[in-house]
Each structure stands twice: as C-alpha cells, then as structure tokens.
C-alpha cells in the first residue's frame, strides 16, 4: 500500500480542494479519504481561491503600548509563554494541570466549538461544508477515483466528562448545546449530494463506554486507542471500495 498524505495543520475543506486539484494533477489514485474534524472542519465560506499567509515568527518581549489586558498579553504574557512551551516540559505540564483557571480568567487557547450550539441548526455552514466536499468529489471522478469522507469527533463528543469540563470553564448551558447536532445535519446533506461519509462517533464512544479513553491527556488528540476505533471503522469500506483491484 502506498499512502500519499497531504494533512497540514489548520487547514479545513477549502484547503483539502485545492490540494486536491493539485495532487491529482500529478498523481493518480485507486483511493481518496477526506477526513473532516467536526471541531473546525465545517466551515461558512467557499473560497475561489486562498491567499498565502505571513510566516508565523516567535513573539518578542517588549513594553507594553498601553496599560490594557491585550496589551500586556501581548507583550509580555505571549512571549512567556512561547519561550516556556520551548524549553520546559514542567510549565507545559503545570499549565494543562491549571487549564480551569486559566480558562476562567481568560488566558486559554481551550474553546468550545459553535457547531453544537442549537442556534447553529439553520446556519448555512452545513450546506457549504457539504457543498466543497462535492466539489471535491468531482475532481476525483474525472480520474473515475472513488472518495470517501471520514467525520471525526470533538472529544466532548464521546466523553461526556470532556464536555462537562466545558461547560465549568466557559460557562454553557447544556440546554442550548446538542451534541449530535454536527453529525446528524452533516450527514443530512451529505446524502443529498450522494456523497460517501463515514461517522466514527458511534465505535468511538463505544469504546469509551467500555472504559476504553480515546483521547490524549496531554491534548485532545486521539491516542492509540482512538487511532484503532477509527481504523477499524473504516476499514470494510475501504476494502470494499478497492476490492476490484
């Protein structure tokens, strides 16, 4: 098996496009899968086109410009931070171990994603989402290349505690949030554009109810276990959509 992965940190469905246009310009496949996050994957915007960013370079100490919040955050808290995450494996540790502090005063990288919210049920990001993920779709039919679309979780997702963590730290009412909400109105478009997704939540959660934890504790990323569940979920498709070969 040859695998051609061309993941970038950051990127969501218009990126995944692009690069699909340019990878098969070059390249043919027996296979694409499109993984989608559900965190930040489902987007608002289709974009003709995407304009190359600055280069990201450390922050500087320097004096604060004014006696504000952002100000002193900028100047001095940031560039604390970034030198402490480079050389101290401690500080890194204190500050996951301190996240519902932190998250109250402001000083969190840590969000609740929007997606769950109920408001959100009638917002065009679904249609949109759906709509690149077509448009991706066709760039590999014109090769007669199968894809497929794989839908990860949030965390909160699958362990409720997770989810309980949020709504301490920001603040939630569990009554505006519906945590299917994602899956299940991404999944309604999907169809109507016939479009083949995969949703892992139901083997990833589980695993979680058999006490399996899916997700780092360092970050909430997936561990060995959750890498598995999502493997194993896909796995009869994808033989499947190769079994001609």
């Not at 990127?11 to 692009?18: G, I, Q, R």
């Amino acid at each position: 098996v040859g695998v051609d992965n061309t993941a970038v940190a950051g990127w969501d469905p218009n990126h995944y496009l692009f690069q699909a246009k340019a990878s098969l310009a070059k390249y043919r496949y027996d296979l694409g899968i499109v993984f989608l996050f559900v965190g930040n994957d489902i987007v608002r915007n289709k974009r003709a086109g995407l304009l190359p960013r600055e280069p990201e370079s450390h922050q500087h100490w320097r004096i604060p410009h004014a006696f504000t919040r952002k100000e002193i955050i900028d100047a001095l808290l940031y560039p604390f931070n970034e030198l402490m995450e480079r050389t101290s494996h401690l500080y890194v540790f204190i500050k996951n171990a301190s996240q519902s502090l932190l998250a109250r005063v402001g000083l969190t990288a840590y969000y609740f994603p929007e997606i769950f919210l109920k408001a959100e049920a009638d917002s065009p990001r679904w249609t949109i989402t759906a709509e690149i993920c077509a448009d991706i779709k066709s760039e590999f039919g014109k090769f007669a290349t199968p894809v497929v679309f794989v839908l990860l979780p949030e965390s909160s997702q699958v362990h409720r505690e997770f989810f309980d963590r949020y709504v301490q730290w920001f603040g939630i009412d569990p009554a505006t949030v519906d945590l299917d909400q994602p899956n299940r109105l991404l999944a309604g478009e999907f169809a109507k554009s016939d479009l083949r997704l995969i949703d892992v939540l139901p083997e990833l959660r589980r695993g979680a109810k058999a006490g399996s934890r899916m997700y780092g504790w360092i970050d909430d990323h997936f561990n060995r276990n959750g890498h598995r569940a999502v493997a194993e979920a896909i796995q009869p498709v994808v033989k499947e959509l190769v079994a001609h070969l």
